[in-house]
């Protein structure tokens, strides 16, 4: 423990390695090539499912399960970002506002009530 | 690179970029105060923070390192973790492939998920001429810039701050906010929205999958019912 060892380090640069390979993987072959169009329009929906895909067990689950409570500050926080978000209706800075109508719900819920 | 930085959606990529940066910034700090209260070395943290570049890939890692399993088990669980990039190099390829290799390499590395999502909403399709090209370029230059220092500079002040900020705040909450407003920002209409619900649902329902393949079976369930329903209603399409 706390000591540097050879193996993780080689195990750190890997991982770098599969970061420039997943993220450039179809950039590495120059042959002329074109997706398919289902794949195409398929593409319309893959981030916005990408992103509710981590977002929401990040709400609603707790080590794997299901939470059974309303007083969980995470829903909350959720709600009140989302809230902002389209009160605002996604003009200006609204990403940062989500965040920080966000947090504004989220800390004191977590840190005050221990949610 | 310096005609990148010049150009002004160099300028406007940095912004849209600094929107979602804070929210980066508390999450890179939790995840130096993670890797450090892992039980990583001081350098072993400081080197995963500032090379790998990838948060998820590197919280399934970390408990992975500590109990010793063995290197390919660790880089294929980081592989699967990170295989929603392959999906959205597919999407980028037409963007880059002006450039020679080791460009696209290096702009691969530093596309991660905020990038790529500002980028393509800003940008739905490739450039028609070098001058397009070039400012989609910069766009991307100045938003991974960012993004980057955002995150890399916060990794390793949390390694550092490691003794003095307890995990229980739950500051890396603020990551999840940051990817909250951008999936707002992509709702544009009503499959699109049904394709979140589906995901999130699903991601729920498989979440006992190992290596997070929960996210990958989660979008591709999500696409496959949005693209069904997408044909059988003939829904006008519409630009991303």
């Not at chain 1, 398929?42 to 981590?54: D, S």
């Not at chain 2, 890797?35 to 072993?44: A, D, L, Q």
């Not at chain 2, 999130?200 to 949005?226: K, T």
């Amino acid at each position: 423990m706390d000591s540097t060892e050879l193996w993780r380090l080689a195990v750190i640069i890997g991982l770098t390695v599969v970061t420039v390979l997943t993220r450039s993987f179809f950039y590495i072959s120059s042959k002329p090539w074109n997706l398919p169009r289902w794949a195409r329009r398929g593409l319309h929906y893959a981030p916005i499912a990408a992103l509710a895909a981590v977002i929401v067990p990040e709400t609603v689950m707790t080590q794997g399960h299901l939470i059974e409570t309303w007083a969980d500050a995470r829903l909350f926080a959720v709600l009140a970002g989302a809230a902002w978000f389209f009160w605002r209706r996604g003009k200006g800075q609204a990403v940062l506002g989500t965040i920080v109508a966000g947090m504004a719900v989220y800390l004191p819920l977590h840190m005050g009530l221990g949610w | 690179m310096r005609s990148h930085y010049r150009h002004c959606e160099f300028r406007q990529g940095a912004l849209d970029a600094l929107a979602a940066a804070p929210g980066l910034a508390a999450w890179g700090l939790m995840m130096g105060v993670a890797m450090v209260k892992s039980g990583m070395s001081t350098f072993e943290a400081l080197l995963m923070g500032s090379i790998v570049y990838a948060g998820s890939s590197q919280l399934a890692a970390i408990p992975l390192l500590m109990v010793g399993a063995p290197m390919w088990v660790i880089l294929a669980t980081g592989f699967c973790v990170n295989l929603r990039f392959v999906v959205f190099s597919a999407h980028l390829r037409p963007y880059v492939m002006h450039l020679p290799l080791w460009q696209r390499l290096v702009s691969g590395y530093f596309t991660t998920d905020i990038s790529y999502v500002l980028f393509i909403r800003r940008f739905p399709r490739p450039g028609a001429d070098a001058a397009q090209r070039h400012a989609q370029l910069a766009y991307l230059a100045g938003n991974c810039g960012v993004i980057w220092a955002a995150w890399v500079g916060c990794s390793v002040l949390g390694v550092v701050l490691a003794n003095f900020v307890p995990v229980s705040w739950g500051l890396g909450f603020a990551g999840i906010l940051a990817l909250l407003g951008i999936l707002c920002s992509l709702i544009s209409n009503r499959l699109r929205l049904l394709s979140a619900a589906v995901a999130g649902s699903a991601a729920v329902v498989a979440f006992a999958l190992p290596f997070q393949l929960n996210i990958v079976v989660a979008i591709a369930v999500a696409v496959v019912v949005c693209l069904t329903l997408e044909k059988s209603a003939a829904v006008e399409a519409d630009e991303i």
